[in-house]
């Protein structure tokens, strides 16, 4: 097992070129909130956007609509049951991200089935929170084509592996994983990255981020990590990033909020970045 160092982040975020524009920085879909947790969706939207995502779409409940044009102006927002235009925001992403908050009800269901069957090759889909216990619970098969990046917790992963907590040592959970043909981040206290070419381990975090959000936060993070930069780097840089922002705020504070993280995102990136 490898572990991530701080060096990540100078190999992977890079500066941006002068003439570059918002279409060069990638095209993100968000797919979750339901009536209960709205809030899921708008902290992984925020952390995508700040996270440099060039174009952010979130696909969510209406009600969810005026929280997230008053917290985040700068995503764009489809009701989640208008399907002509749900369809056309997840064609034209390059990054989708479906699951928090979205629910375990029969609708969130349809929806996602819906994702999964307009996916396309080259695509990359993070399946996060309630998509993973969905494909859990309905034994789903996912398309081949689009790059696969899940990102349970240990129950979630439990579901999914049908692996008992105690039992996802690192060989059992590589197994499970080459079967899902996808790359796992498996969130815990040291969280673990499932690549192809090997296992890499997070050094860093802090029990201040124990607090609900902190995964939706990550999973924005990572889709907009994804959408920029080179997929595997990409990924281990966001999880560092993620929890290298939380321990220094968790030296301040008793508990780090997902949403005090995601406003020191940017200028992090700013001064990690590489030429």
């Known amino acids: 097992m490898e572990i991530i160092s701080e060096e990540i982040l100078g190999q992977t975020i890079r ?6 524009h918002k279409g060069n920085y990638g095209r993100v879909c968000l797919i979750g909130g339901d009536q209960h947790y709205g809030g899921a969706i708008i902290l992984a939207s925020q952390a995508a956007v700040h996270s440099g995502a060039g174009l952010v779409t979130t696909a969510t409940m209406k009600v969810n609509h005026g929280p997230l044009h008053a917290r985040l102006p700068e995503a ?22 479906i699951g928090p ?5 029969t609708d969130s269901l349809t929806l996602l089935k819906r ?8 695509q990359i889909c993070l399946i996060d929170g309630s998509a993973i216990t ?8 996912l398309p081949d084509g689009p790059t696969y990046i899940f990102t349970p917790h240990e129950k979630e992963w ?5 692996l008992l907590i105690e039992n996802q040592d690192r060989e059992s959970n590589r197994l499970s994983v080459n079967q899902l043909k996808g790359i796992v981040v498996l969130k815990k206290h040291r969280t673990e990255v499932y690549l192809a070419d090997g296992i890499w381990q997070n050094p860093l975090g802090t029990a201040a981020m124990a607090t609900g959000g902190m995964g939706d936060t990550l999973a924005g993070m990572i889709a907009g990590f994804v959408a920029q930069f080179p997929l595997n780097n990409a990924i281990l840089a966001a999880v560092y990033l993620h929890s290298y922002i939380g321990e220094r705020l968790g030296k301040a504070h008793y508990v780090v909020l997902p949403s005090e993280l995601i406003t020191h995102i940017s200028s992090l990136m700013k001064r990690f970045e590489g030429n």
């Open 134 to 141: 969905l494909i859990a619970d309905y034994r789903l098969t």
């Open 15 to 20: 500066a941006r070129e002068p003439m570059s």
């Open 158 to 162: 439990e579901r999914l592996s049908g």
């Open 115 to 122: 994702t999964l069957m307009l996916l396309t090759k080259g």
């Open 101 to 105: 908050g979205l629910g375990l009800a």
């Open 76 to 97: 764009m927002v489809v009701d989640w049951s208008e399907s002509d235009r749900l369809t056309t925001s997840i064609q034209q992403a390059t990054v989708i991200l």
